[in-house]
């Protein structure tokens, strides 16, 4: 009962299935999602535009900036946490580099700068859920409308708009679903996503700092009596997962070209319904960053879906709101058959 | 047995569709093939606010009068979401629509999103709120804001007879269409009525009417005893504004112009708290934009600017026709 429910701590071949079960579940479902709404659109008498490349861009560059942040939400919520204020976050490291760009500064600057701010805020994060013993959910409650204050007093509550020329070409080719070179297929954004989920995927399963973020997910106290360093563990979780949150603000920055104090209010709760559609627990121990990225995936291809057969937004909302609910069930209910 | 569950939902998905083919056909102003329907994707900056419910009855109007032409609407889901909103021009420019009439929510970042429509040979046209550049678009069609400001002006300015001290609350850094509202108003006033006195001309009210209503008490404390004019911009600016006039007992008394109707803004306007409503006309916004967008598609030269029109409603003339249906515009379902 209270052993570590760690991948790593299975044998190879038992790790090997269980892999590919908490994998396979979420990949199903985004198949169906795509495969219901290829079916429906091209029974349309003008459809036929959904099962196509020019849409496949789309779908992975409009989740880009939602599958980044969740990488690090991934592995927040296996450690038992959660954080709130991954949306504010996001818009205050994107309004961080657009003003260093605007100063004038080199991009190189302003994107370290954009990027530090993140993990700056996920170590405050950290820090205040370790020291003031309160649990993640307040913490990441305050510190969402702290860094959405400061986002404002940076930013004067408007815009901040670096000219043309201050903005880098990369940066603006970084998610423009026009690829420059055709044989890359995404921009670059998209594949640089695909090797940071790589590098997590690979850190959470075959790192001792991987198990020991399961392990505090699973049962902290235990973890605590196998002398592992549970704050400084937390600590770095919210901290690494604070970069993926600078990441996506910089994405964010490079699809709009202005920081926006407001634009990353609300967009906490995609990226937390990624993780959990992609099998992640909110009680902690459990999640897989292939399953987090089918998660972004799904709700993407159901917004683009839904454009294609002409619904309106209530109708995307509400698929969306039952795919989260049914995504929970069947997991629960698998794993209730898994349970010994 | 999460198969069952899986097929369960893969039941609901397909019900779900099916029933959207049904309503997009039925959506369709003509049935009969023969010429190719124009799709027309029309991108406002909301969906929820009445405003744009009027913008989306002229749309579909122009759609019925034109004949062979489907209006597709969609907005961002989360209201001022500029990213949501380029996804949205994104995802039509997928679907490969014939047009997209768009009101942008910022006018650089949109740019980009509008130039790649223009790449795949789709046509833009910009209603409400400008684009920085506007040489990548059909059309702009809106209200003419600067002039919605002057007009304030002299509304105030023959009410005072050309003296007095007045008070302009400004909306929001960065808002370029109150922005222009606010130049004119203030031009207009410098140049035509000399004898009257800016109290106050560089407060913000932010965006929503409480933090308007907040800024504005703080103002009236400090010039109650000698303000006779007051201009506030937009909607939430106005009914914050008032209320601030009503609880310092100075509505009625003050000569108040503000922008742009609402239930509470016409009570107001026919028990004389306000004495003048500048009004958009949001219905032949979205009619101009659709017609514009089709002509243009059918090959016919249009203009680049369209000005929709902006007229002062008052206390006298609220029951006149014309000003009635600019007060209570027609709105879609």
């Known amino acids: ?340 | 047995m999460h198969r069952y569950a899986l097929s369960g939902l893969l039941i609901l998905l397909v019900a779900a569709c099916d029933r959207a083919g049904e309503s997009a056909s039925s959506l369709r102003t003509d049935a009969h093939s023969g010429n190719k329907t124009l799709r027309i994707a029309v991108i406002p900056k909301g969906t929820t606010h009445v405003f744009w419910k009027s913008v989306h009855a002229g749309a579909l109007k122009a759609a019925q009068e034109l004949g062979r032409v489907e209006i597709q609407w969609k907005g961002a889901l989360l209201e001022n979401d500029r990213e949501g909103q380029i996804n949205v021009v994104q995802d039509f420019v997928a679907q490969a629509v014939d047009g997209i009439v768009l009101a942008p929510l910022d006018s650089t970042a949109l740019v980009p999103a509008v130039v790649q429509a223009r790449e795949a040979g789709i046509p833009t046209v910009i209603f409400d709120s400008g684009l920085a550049d506007e040489s990548v678009t059909v059309s702009y069609v809106a209200t003419d804001n600067y002039n919605g400001g002057a007009i304030a002006a002299r509304e105030i300015g023959n009410r005072l007879d050309g003296k007095g001290n007045v008070i302009l609350l400004r909306y929001n850094v960065g808002s370029e269409s109150t922005e222009q509202r606010e130049r004119g108003f203030l031009e207009t006033m410098r140049k035509e009525f000399p004898g009257i006195k800016m109290l106050s001309d560089d407060q913000y009210s932010g965006t929503t009417p409480l933090e308007a209503q907040n800024k504005a008490l703080e103002l009236c404390n400090q010039f109650g005893d000698k303000l006779d004019g007051f201009f506030s911009v937009c909607e939430p600016n106005t009914m914050g504004v008032l209320g601030a006039l009503e609880q310092e007992g100075l509505a009625g008394k003050v000569k108040f112009v503000g922008f742009d109707p609402g239930p509470q803004l016409v009570q107001a306007l026919a028990d004389k708290k306000i004495h003048g409503l500048v009004l958009q006309d949001p219905v032949a916004m979205g009619y101009e934009s659709v017609k514009t967008l089709v002509a243009h598609l059918r090959g016919e030269k249009v203009q680049k600017r369209i000005p929709t029109g902006e007229i002062m409603a008052t206390p006298e003339n609220m029951n006149d026709p014309q000003i009635k249906k600019l007060l209570d515009p027609e709105q879609a379902n």
């Open chain 1, 1 to 340: 009962m209270t052993s570590f429910d760690t991948p790593a701590a299975l044998p190879l071949a038992q790790r090997g299935t269980q892999l590919l079960r908490t994998a396979l579940g979420p990949f199903v479902a985004l198949v169906l999602v795509v495969g219901v709404f290829a079916v429906a659109d091209n029974l349309q008498e003008d459809g036929g535009h959904f099962a196509t490349l020019k849409n496949a861009q789309n779908v992975f560059v409009h989740s880009a900036t939602v599958a980044v942040a969740a990488l690090g939400m991934t592995m927040i919520i296996i450690s038992g946490g959660i954080d709130l204020s991954a949306g504010t976050t996001m818009a205050l490291c994107a309004i961080v580099l657009a003003w260093f760009l605007r100063e004038g500064y080199p991009p190189s600057v302003a994107v370290t700068a954009g990027l530090g701010t993140g993990c700056l805020a996920g170590f405050v994060n950290g820090t205040l859920i370790s020291l003031l013993r309160v649990v993640p959910f307040i913490v990441t409650l305050g510190t969402m409308t702290i860094y959405l204050g400061l986002g404002k007093m940076i930013s004067h509550s408007t815009m901040v708009r670096p000219l043309p020329a201050q903005i880098p070409a990369w940066m603006h080719e970084l998610l423009s679903p026009r690829v420059q070179q055709e044989w890359m297929v995404f921009p670059p954004g998209v594949w640089l996503l695909l090797a940071l989920a790589v590098t997590v995927s690979a850190m959470l399963r075959y790192t001792v700092f991987g198990r020991h973020v399961f392990a505090i997910g699973s049962n902290e106290s235990t973890a605590r009596l196998c002398g592992i360093h549970v704050p400084f563990t937390r600590i770095a979780v919210y901290t690494i997962a604070g970069f993926f949150v600078g990441v996506a603000g910089l994405y964010q920055f490079a699809r709009l070209t202005i920081g926006d104090p407001t634009s990353g209010t609300g967009k906490e709760l995609p990226v937390i319904a990624a993780v959990v559609i992609g099998g992640g627990s909110l009680s902690g121990g459990r999640g897989s960053i292939v399953g987090t990225l089918t998660g972004a995936l799904i709700m993407q291809v159901i917004s683009s879906g839904c454009t294609s057969l002409k619904q309106p937004n209530h109708i995307q909302e509400i698929i969306v709101g039952v795919i989260i609910v049914a995504a929970v069930t069947i997991d629960q209910i698998r794993q209730r058959r898994l349970a010994p």
